[in-house]
């Protein structure tokens, strides 16, 4: 199975600051055939399923969901990828998870949880 | 819209079974694979297997296996997760997700979550 681990476990930022979340997988999940990383990120927050961000992570654009604000992007190729919060919102506090559906079984970070500073 | 709607919380003895439903709205359900995840509560997510709605194909974790089976009912357009012998450490919420038909095959990220059923099982 592919491990995925994410960096920091927790970080608190300040309000309009940027927020920084790293994920590394043990082998890439880049597949040079269609030239796509199979990584998403997601967001959850308490008491709520998680929900999905971002899809088909990428060093140039990753793909946004439809409706997640144009703060949330994400970076990344092969076995590192970067969710970025360019201006931390209130409602961002969250956990968030990366995710490789690159090879079976999925697979997900132990989540990195942010908080307001 | 995808709506994904599960049924409630249960309690459930060591040993027991307990059976999830996952009612989907807003597609066609047999086009979209569903998928099962579960959650420690405090824990991170970890995933269980998939169904094919379509022909009944699943697919299960090496960890489930033997313990889990997915099925479907396709006149009322909702999938099940059935898990056997239950521990205690099965207590965790358990999710329904589909992808919503954006990959073929069953390897994909989820776009739809249903709203989660908590299975607490204590003696």
């Known amino acids: 199975d592919i491990v995925m681990t994410q960096s920091p476990d927790s970080l608190a930022v300040s309000l309009g600051e940027r927020a920084t979340i790293n994920c590394r997988s043990s082998q890439s999940v880049f597949d040079s055939s269609y030239n796509k990383n199979y990584l998403a990120w997601y967001q959850q927050k308490p008491g709520q399923p998680p929900k999905l961000l971002i899809y088909?992570?990428?060093?140039?654009?990753?793909t946004r969901e439809s409706g997640v604000p144009d703060r949330f992007s994400g970076s990344g190729s092969g076995t590192d990828f970067t969710l970025t919060i360019s201006s931390l919102q209130a409602e961002d506090v969250a956990v968030y998870y990366c995710q490789q559906y690159y090879s079976a079984p999925p697979t997900f970070g132990q989540g990195t949880k942010v908080e307001v500073k | 819209q995808v709506q994904l709607v599960q049924s409630g919380a249960e309690v459930k003895k060591p040993g027991a079974s307990v059976q999830v439903s996952c009612k989907a709205s807003g597609y066609p359900f047999r086009d979209y694979y569903m998928y099962w995840v579960r959650q420690a509560p405090g824990q991170g997510l970890e995933w269980m297997g998939w169904i094919d709605p379509y022909n009944g194909d699943t697919s299960y974790s090496q960890k489930f296996q033997g313990r889990v089976t997915m099925t479907r009912d396709t006149s009322i357009a909702t999938a099940y997760m059935e898990l056997s012998r239950l521990r205690s450490d099965d207590t965790a919420f358990y999710y329904c997700a589909t992808n919503g038909g954006r990959c073929s095959g069953g390897n994909c990220y989820y776009a739809y979550w249903g709203q989660g059923t908590l299975v607490t099982v204590s003696s």
């Open positions: 088909w992570a990428s060093t140039r654009a990753s």
